[in-house]
């Protein structure tokens, strides 16, 4: 079975930090690009940040550049996302993909990923 779980989410104050992690399952992610993507209480789903499969590159958008940390431990079949300077905005339920591919990670391309996990809640309130 092909399985990803994401952990990590709960409940911090803005300015805070969590770090997410995506394990995967019946799989290995060392020729797969993930990507973490999240959606907000009546918003639709959107990325966030992905990483590739063949030489680890990292993309962000713009909302939670500088702030968010895409990284891959292919030992540990797992990849993470450093979470820093939350803030209310970036609520929501956050979810890794995954996508077979030997080129490009991209957030922008949902459709691509093949896999998906049940999602984390991250809620940052005062």
């Known amino acids: 079975q092909v399985q990803l779980v994401e952990s990590g989410g709960g409940l911090v104050q803005p300015g805070g930090s969590l770090r997410l992690s995506c394990a995967a399952s019946?799989?290995?992610?060392?020729?797969?690009?993930i990507g973490w993507f999240r959606q907000a209480p009546g918003k639709e789903r959107e990325g966030v940040s992905c990483?590739?499969?063949?030489?680890?590159?990292?993309y962000t958008v713009d909302s939670v550049k500088g702030r968010f940390i895409t990284s891959r431990d292919n030992a540990k079949n797992t990849v993470y996302l450093q979470m820093n300077s939350l803030k209310p905005e970036d609520t929501g339920v956050y979810y890794c993909?995954?996508?077979?591919?030997?080129?490009?990670?991209?957030?922008?391309?949902?459709?691509?990923?093949?896999?998906w996990g049940q999602g984390t809640q991250v809620t940052v309130s005062s």
């Open positions: 019946g799989f290995t992610l060392d020729y797969y690009a």
């Open positions: 990483i590739s499969s063949t030489d680890g590159s990292t």
């Open positions: 993909a995954a996508w077979r591919t030997s080129y490009y990670c991209s957030p922008y391309v949902s459709w691509s990923y093949e896999y």
